[in-house]
């Protein structure tokens, strides 16, 4: 078997799984658009499209660590406290889509393309179309910084933006074969529509042309107007630096803008490629094994790893790196800034059983760490309620691209050291001093909770792991 039939094998089972069959022929604005989406929706076989090209589509969170997904929960469903926080966006999503969310300014839809099995198709072009007009939604919003769709395959391509306020004609060329699928992602923005839409795509099957409805499992997709952002400009500032996705929620629906004011943030940051993994979890998690089949991949494995036990509420132990980020909108004429960072830390001991250990470990590892740009390093050891870690630091806010404020992102690490049943909580002390010598204070937690860090025995190695792993195809515990 060459090395292309695999890989199209995984691609036709991914496009098999996904919700919704579209309908072979689309629906013009003019004719009745199917009901509101309902819940986990799906669609069986499109018998009337047999031997023809047909299409599947579903909500997608998002591409790229920048992204952001935003959308507004209906009256009367309580987002649960296991869909926010760092590393929550997937069961932010997936709990938000399930209560019939509605996305606010920007949406985004993957879907697929799959040729009839006796000839190909050339996909020319997609469209939105504006669907029936719906009541602008009232509840919860619900926020996600960095938002990517684990679930969409790499392969799957961005093939562009549409726009439901000016509808245009996206011109694309995509040739697929007979029998084969192809896939991608399109996103959709407007300003001032609460509306359901789906897109058109027009191929040519041989000297044919086809419009083919592309949907969310048989019912149109829906969208409203942007509302203000619920993130601040410093916790999106530090997504760049490998911080996890952050999940947010609001009660009630704002519009405006965001404030002006001097922002502030921190967050851990996840390990790079060629650095070793430390967690701690209550629990076995199952699905480790699974991605550890695959442990002939390096810088891959550790990595996906430790986003799966962060998002099952696993704790990073012995060693996590910290990015501290500073955001002023009005920053641009006084960039200069003077930074003391210090944390509050409260000693506990765990109840109960001992954590599960886990530990990954790239080739060639050597107790590296994401600590390398650190200015400063904290060593929690003992009961220390107050300690400094940046005294003095310098910084100096800059922006990137214009619209965008300017940022400043200073590192540090702390490391806990212990018996195994020791964790520390810690919230940070931020002070920030302009040129004038104004001083603002910050208090900073990890999206709502403290930071936790456990505990880890001096000279550990990976053998002491209950559950280690190896990126060269070796399991150790």
């Known amino acids: 078997m060459n090395g292309r039939r695999p890989f199209l094998v995984a691609f036709l089972l991914t496009a098999a799984v996904w919700a919704g069959v579209a309908a072979p022929v689309a629906l013009t604005p003019d004719e009745p658009a199917p009901a509101t989406p309902r819940p986990n929706a799906s669609a069986g076989p499109n018998i009337a499209a047999e031997g023809r090209s047909r299409a599947a589509g579903r909500q997608a969170l998002g591409l790229a660590w920048s992204s952001t997904w935003a959308a507004t929960v209906p009256e009367g469903s309580a987002v649960p406290d296991r869909a926010l926080g760092a590393g929550r966006c997937a069961a932010l999503f997936t709990w938000a889509t399930e209560h019939s969310a509605v996305p606010r300014g920007t949406a985004a839809a993957a879907f697929t393309l799959t040729a009839p099995g006796d000839r190909g198709l050339v996909v020319r072009s997609l469209r939105v179309v504006k669907g029936r007009a719906l009541p602008p939604p009232r509840g919860t919003d619900v926020e996600c910084l960095g938002a990517v769709d684990r679930g969409v395959p790499p392969a799957m391509e961005s093939w562009g933006r549409l726009n439901l306020d000016r509808p245009r004609d996206?011109?694309?060329?995509?040739?697929?074969?007979?029998?084969?699928?192809?896939?991608?992602?399109?996103?959709?923005?407007?300003?001032?529509?609460?509306?359901?839409?789906?897109?058109?795509?027009?191929?040519?099957?041989?000297?044919?042309?086809?419009?083919?409805?592309?949907?969310?499992?048989?019912?149109?997709?829906?969208?409203?107007?942007?509302?203000?952002?619920?993130?601040?400009?410093?916790?999106?500032?530090?997504?760049k630096y490998g911080t996890t996705d952050l999940a947010l929620a609001r009660e009630g629906t704002t519009v405006g803008r965001p404030s002006d004011a001097l922002s502030v943030s921190a967050s851990r940051l996840l390990a790079e490629n060629g650095q070793e993994m430390w967690m701690v979890a209550d629990r076995k998690v199952p699905e480790v094994s699974r991605l550890a089949a695959n442990l002939d991949v390096p810088g891959a494995v550790c990595q996906r790893m430790e986003r799966l036990l962060a998002a099952d509420g696993a704790l990073p132990a012995g060693r996590a790196a910290y990015a501290v980020s500073i955001a002023g909108p009005s920053a641009l004429k006084d960039p200069e800034r003077i930074v003391d960072v210090a944390l509050n830390v409260r000693k506990t001991v765990r109840a109960g059983?001992?954590?599960?250990?886990?530990?990954?470990?790239?080739?060639?590892?050597?107790?590296?760490?994401?600590?390398?740009?650190?200015?400063?390093?904290?060593?929690?050891?003992?009961?220390?309620?107050?300690?400094?870690?940046?005294?003095?630091?310098?910084?100096?806010?800059?922006?990137?691209?214009?619209?965008?404020?300017?940022?400043?992102?200073?590192?540090?690490?702390?490391?806990?050291?212990?018996?195994?049943?020791?964790?520390?909580?810690?919230?940070?002390?931020?002070?920030?001093?302009?040129?004038?010598?104004?001083?603002?204070?910050?208090?900073?937690?990890?999206a709502g909770r403290p930071f936790v860090l456990a505990a880890r025995p001096d000279g550990m190695t990976p053998r002491h792991e209950k559950y280690a792993y190896h990126e060269n195809g070796h399991r150790n515990g």
Request: charged letters at 20%; one cysteine or more.
């Open 353 to 446: 059983p001992p954590p599960q250990g886990y530990g990954c470990y790239p080739a060639l590892w050597g107790l590296q760490s994401n600590d390398s740009r650190s200015a400063g390093t904290a060593r929690l050891s003992r009961d220390t309620p107050h300690l400094p870690v940046l005294t003095g630091e310098p910084a100096e806010l800059l922006r990137e691209t214009d619209g965008e404020p300017a940022t400043s992102t200073l590192f540090f690490t702390v490391e806990a050291w212990g018996p195994d049943e020791t964790e520390y909580h810690f919230t940070l002390d931020v002070t920030v001093e302009d040129n004038s010598g104004n001083r603002t204070h910050h208090t900073v937690d990890d």
């Open 170 to 239: 996206l011109k694309v060329s995509r040739t697929v074969s007979p029998g084969a699928t192809v896939g991608g992602v399109i996103e959709t923005r407007t300003t001032g529509c609460s509306c359901q839409w789906w897109i058109e795509a027009e191929v040519w099957e041989g000297d044919r042309r086809r419009t083919i409805r592309i949907d969310d499992a048989g019912s149109p997709f829906t969208l409203a107007p942007p509302v203000a952002g619920i993130g601040t400009p410093a916790q999106g500032a530090a997504l």
